[in-house]
């Protein structure tokens, strides 16, 4: 989730929480203290300071684990104890703080880019694929229950139905996304693909668009599908993006798979993109990659590159970000890591990460 839809929901698990008769902390004081500490997991980004490969891989580690959330509890407690002079009970402040970090850590569980949960004792990331990164109907459901709350300042009721919407409509969320992976193991069996495997992901602009991935031994068909549209809808030839993508969303039915090698469709290059894959520059994209392939080959007199991306993060007419790569100035020399920033061919710069 983005940082602002955490910053509203530890505000409305704040209110939602209150105790009956106030509790200890005013409304305003506890509204205020949930939605700064459920922003502050993401205060992980200053990892991109060191570079974007560290930022990639510990996003959502340490600051978003249930291991260490007594501990983040106890510490933002005890700094708004201080903030606020000691005017309200530490552990008022510490339990508003334990609710928003737990409510910021469920946001983003169930988002695919996956949370290290119990970082650091296991960099395994938990993740149920059910909800985009930036969802404005999750966010839209939040907001209107802070704006009922601010309106119905003596009771907590409007934070609460909020809540229970909020969780009705994750709950949405994944049985749509079992109806997606049912529709991609229906694929599976109706082309002969077994042993694949089907994956659905939550796509943006509605509840109802996903993104079906059939991994296969070699390679993934991709398929975009929307699990309420009758009809492919009309593009017009100038109409913006954003419309081509909406659009891109097909019926069951009428799904435009899309196959994507994992190493390239060259024979001749797959032994060298196979090396570079395997090399140790790429060991922490390896661990962080659901859906890697091939982007591109780059030779050149001075250079030979090999470019990865993650097809989890693949929207139509957009560029896949987080392209990795290793790259070596000649045939037995040792493999450096880049990343490749910038759009299409010819805006592209290259960064070296080692």
């Not at 009922?148 to 409509?169: C, E, I, K, N």
């Not at 081509?244 to 969303?249: G, R």
């Not at 091939?294 to 560029?319: I, K, M, N, P």
Request: glycine share 8%; hydrophobic share 50%; net charge positive.
């Amino acid at each position: 989730m983005d940082t602002l839809t955490h910053a509203f929901s530890g505000a409305l698990v704040a209110r939602a929480t209150q105790p009956r008769a106030g509790g200890a902390l005013p409304t305003r004081t506890r509204v205020a203290v949930g939605l700064l500490a459920a922003a502050f997991p993401d205060s992980d980004v200053v990892l991109s300071l060191v570079d974007p490969m560290t930022y990639l891989t510990a996003h959502r580690g340490v600051t978003h684990s249930l291991v260490l959330l007594p501990f983040w509890a106890a510490t933002l407690g005890w700094l708004f104890y201080r903030l606020y002079r000691r005017r309200y009970p530490w552990a008022a402040f510490a339990g508003v703080c334990a609710w928003s970090l737990a409510t910021h850590i469920a946001g983003d569980v169930i988002t695919s880019f996956g949370t290290m949960i119990l970082a650091p004792l296991s960099g395994w990331r938990a993740q149920i694929p059910a909800v985009f990164i930036i969802d404005p109907w999750f966010t839209g459901i939040i907001a209107a229950g802070l704006l009922a709350s601010w309106l119905r300042p003596d009771t907590r009721l409007p934070a609460r139905m909020a809540a229970a919407v909020l969780a009705g409509y994750v709950g949405m969320q994944v049985y749509n996304h079992a109806r997606a992976v049912d529709i991609g193991e229906a694929q599976i069996a109706a082309a002969g693909l077994a042993p694949a495997r089907a994956h659905a992901l939550p796509q943006p602009l509605s509840p109802f668009h996903w993104m079906i991935v059939l991994e296969l031994r070699d390679a993934y068909r991709l398929g975009y599908v929307s699990l309420v549209r009758e009809e492919i809808p009309p593009v017009a030839p100038r109409a913006g993006w954003l419309r081509h993508v909406y659009a891109s969303y097909r019926p069951v039915e009428h799904i435009a798979w899309r196959e994507v090698p994992r190493f390239g469709a060259s024979p001749e290059d797959r032994p060298l993109v196979h090396e570079a894959w395997r090399s140790p520059v790429l060991a922490p994209y390896r661990r962080f990659a659901m859906f890697p392939a091939l982007y591109r080959l780059d030779r050149s007199a001075t250079r030979t590159c090999v470019w990865f991306h993650d097809l989890r993060f693949a929207l139509v007419g957009r560029t896949v970000p987080f392209r990795f790569g290793a790259c070596r100035s000649a045939d037995g020399a040792p493999w450096r890591l880049f990343q490749l920033r910038g759009g299409g061919a010819g805006a592209e710069t290259l960064l070296a990460l080692d």
